[in-house]
């Protein structure tokens, strides 16, 4: 590969790495072309992008985006998957590539904004539920005490409603004698 183009494939990838939400690693040794192809196809259909990187070029990139901290996680061969949507997306279709194949695809680590993640943090990605779940359990969270305070606030003015009609019939009652 002749340097110009070189540079060009680092600026590219420097590219990917300052638009992605989260690039996750992964070792794709014994990985068979077939293999790669599907693993390629699935990721492609959630719009996340893999790529086979050389390391020193995404040193380079890395450097560049102002990203140093994804180069702890680039050793040995590596293809890189890059998310640019939703982050728990790109862990989720790798742990279900590898458990549903039985691929010898092992994930290396991730980065997600500056932070480094860990193999075992990317599964733990994988795991929580879709970004709607988590809004709907949140909101539902915070609906219960407002609807808590609106039954107190609620129950004083109920009451005083009580003491009121009562003392209105005891008065009706009262001039009828």
Do not use: H
């Not at 014994?30 to 599907?38: H, N």
């Not at 606030?153 to 009562?166: R, S």
């Amino acid at each position: 590969m002749r340097i110009d183009e070189k540079k060009e494939v680092v600026e590219e990838l420097a590219a990917k790495l300052s638009r992605c939400n989260i690039a996750i690693t992964t070792d794709y040794r014994g990985l068979p072309v077939a293999e790669m192809t599907e693993l390629r196809r699935r990721l492609r259909q959630r719009d996340i992008e893999y790529r086979v990187v050389k390391n020193t070029m995404v040193r380079f990139a890395a450097e560049k985006a102002e990203k140093s901290e994804f180069t702890s996680i680039v050793n040995g061969p590596i293809a890189i998957a890059f998310g640019y949507g939703d982050i728990t997306e790109p862990a989720k279709a790798l742990i279900d590539y590898i458990r549903s194949s039985g691929s010898g695809l092992k994930i290396i680590g991730g980065l997600l904004d500056r932070r480094v993640l860990t193999a075992s943090e990317i599964a733990n990605l994988a795991n929580l539920p879709p970004k709607e779940v988590l809004v709907s359990k949140l909101l539902g969270g915070m609906k219960g005490p407002i609807i808590g305070l609106v039954n107190v606030l609620n129950a004083n003015i109920t009451g005083f409603l009580y003491v009121l009609n009562a003392r209105m019939k005891q008065l009706e009652g009262g001039n009828s004698d």
